[in-house]
């Protein structure tokens, strides 16, 4: 009778744990940023994959900048594509969106229910067009299951955004976009062309990401309070001195090009610093590595010592496959 009494109090504590469990994830939904690929710039490398990232907010998987490798990543975590019905994109540079396809395609061969819906600047319509007339071939040969496929067109839809905007992403989650400094010529923005930092929140939390930008007051408005500010980072001598060894072959007009190119339309470690102590962020994680191949800790201590002149707070060197979580003040 004893041993009866006391498997009924063990079940009966069993079942109050999952509930108290079940409750307490009911009223604080996850709001966690996972590192898909962390390299910077269009150079494959053995350590990094390209630039890509996963959004978990609620019950929703998003992802943020798809990279070539990007399902690959998603693999390596164990999340199916069927499990992602939305895909915000910073801006249209191929190491961004390289990936792109692939999540796309692949989603449609595996005919996963819903559409996904692709979010990005100006000119990610006419990107994924191009991905859907890239299955025209694959959709008249079909799957082999003796019945036409459906239309790739009809799996995926595109939403293009500008600087400014805001988004309602239901149950209490929502996005906010700034148009970031990564295309200005001369100080100036490019009037045709736009890359977007973007704010996602949920509730009183919220992530600022970067995507690629250089010093910018949109940017520093955009993330004012964030509990997490996810950011771009450049190692800009290693990174320059690499490129002059390595393309022998580069013109001097384009080095100089590069140059200018990396020097404004990217952040140091100072002026991520200097970002974060304005904004007054939680923590910063760096992702986005432009730096030269190889292993990351050599160049850790001076990025650290850079962002620390100006920031006080916690900062993470991200790696592929890291997750960084937002939890509920209590």
């Known amino acids: 009778m004893m041993q009866v009494k006391l498997a009924k109090m063990a079940l009966a504590l069993s079942v109050l744990a999952i509930s108290s469990g079940s409750a307490l994830a009911a009223s604080c939904p996850a709001l966690r940023w996972t590192t898909l690929g962390t390299a910077g710039g269009p150079v494959p490398t053995a350590e990094r994959s390209e630039p890509a990232n996963l959004l978990?907010?609620?019950?929703?998987r998003i992802l943020v900048d798809t990279g070539d490798g990007t399902v690959d990543q998603l693999a390596r975590i164990g999340l199916d594509l069927g499990a992602v019905d939305t895909v915000f994109i910073?801006?249209?540079h191929l190491d961004h969106t390289g990936g792109l396809a692939a999540v796309i395609g692949l989603r449609w061969m595996n005919q996963f229910p819903g559409v996904l819906t692709v979010y990005g600047p100006v000119g990610t319509r006419a990107v994924v067009e191009g991905i859907v007339a890239s299955l025209a071939t694959p959709g008249s040969i079909g799957f082999g299951l003796g019945t036409p496929p459906p239309r790739p067109a009809d799996s995926v839809r595109v939403v293009e955004l500008a600087g400014?905007?805001?988004l309602d992403l239901?149950?209490?989650?929502s996005v906010k976009t700034a148009a970031n400094s990564h295309f200005d010529h001369d100080g100036k923005p490019d009037p045709a062309n736009v890359s977007l930092s973007y704010r996602f929140a949920l509730g009183p939390r919220s992530i600022t990401y970067t995507g690629d930008t250089?010093?910018?007051?949109?940017v520093t408005t955009l993330a004012k309070g964030s509990d997490m500010f996810v950011t771009e980072i450049i190692a800009l001598d290693a990174l320059l001195g690499e490129i002059r060894a390595r393309r022998k072959d580069a013109s001097p007009e384009m080095l100089a090009g590069m140059e200018r190119h990396l020097s404004t339309h990217h952040l140091k470690p100072e002026a991520i610093g200097e970002i974060a102590a304005q904004a007054g962020v939680g923590r910063v994680v760096l992702t986005?590595?432009?730096v030269p191949p190889g292993p990351l800790p050599q160049y850790e201590p001076s990025i650290r010592t850079g962002i620390a002149a100006r920031y006080a707070g916690p900062v993470d060197l991200a790696r592929d496959l890291q997750s960084f979580d937002v939890g509920c003040r209590p």
């Open 56 to 60: 978990t907010i609620g019950e929703r």
């Open 90 to 92: 910073s801006h249209n």
């Open 164 to 166: 400014g905007q805001a």
């Open 170 to 173: 239901g149950q209490g989650a």
């Open 214 to 218: 250089g010093p910018s007051a949109a």
């Open 288 to 290: 986005h590595f432009a």
